[in-house]
C-alpha cells in the first residue's frame, strides 16, 4: 500500500503506520508523514481526503487536477488550516457555479471578496441561461 494510502477502521483508529512496521505513528520517519496532516486523538489522518506528496509528475499533476476539480466541496471540510484553504479558494472560483450552491456550508471564508464576485459571475451565467 502506497505511504499516501490511509487505512481508516471502524472504530476510527488509523493504523497506517503498523501496516509500515511502525509501532506507533510517532516512529514513522518524515518521508511518511505529510506536512499536510493533521493531529488527532486517534492518529495522523491527512488534511485533504487525499495525499498530495506523490513520487511520479504524473500521478503529482493527476491528483493537484483532482484537487482543483473538487475544491469546492473541499472547501466545506472543517479544519483546513489557512494556508490550504487559501489555495482552495483560488481554484474553486473557477468552478464558480457549483462554489455558488455550496458556498452556504463553509466554515470559514478567507478570501471573501474573491467568492462574492465569483457568486456574481454565477449569478450572471445563470440569469443568461434562462
Request: aromatic share 8%; proline share 5%.
Amino acid at each position: 500500500m502506497h505511504p499516501c494510502w490511509r487505512r481508516r477502521y471502524e472504530d476510527g483508529v488509523d493504523k497506517t503506520p503498523q501496516l509500515y512496521g511502525f509501532t506507533t505513528i510517532r516512529d514513522a520517519t518524515p518521508s511518511i508523514l505529510s506536512h499536510s496532516m493533521l493531529h488527532t486523538m486517534d492518529g495522523i489522518f491527512l488534511e485533504l481526503p487525499i495525499c498530495e506528496d506523490w513520487q511520479e509528475h504524473e500521478e503529482k499533476q493527476l491528483i493537484t487536477d483532482y484537487i482543483a476539480y473538487k475544491a469546492p466541496q473541499m472547501l466545506m471540510l472543517p479544519g483546513l488550516n489557512n494556508t490550504t484553504r487559501d489555495r482552495l479558494e483560488q481554484v474553486a472560483v473557477k468552478q464558480a457555479d457549483v462554489m455558488e450552491r455550496l458556498w452556504r456550508l463553509y466554515p470559514e471564508i478567507h478570501n471573501k471578496e474573491l467568492l462574492n464576485s465569483a457568486r456574481i459571475e454565477a449569478k450572471i451565467h445563470s440569469a443568461n441561461r434562462k
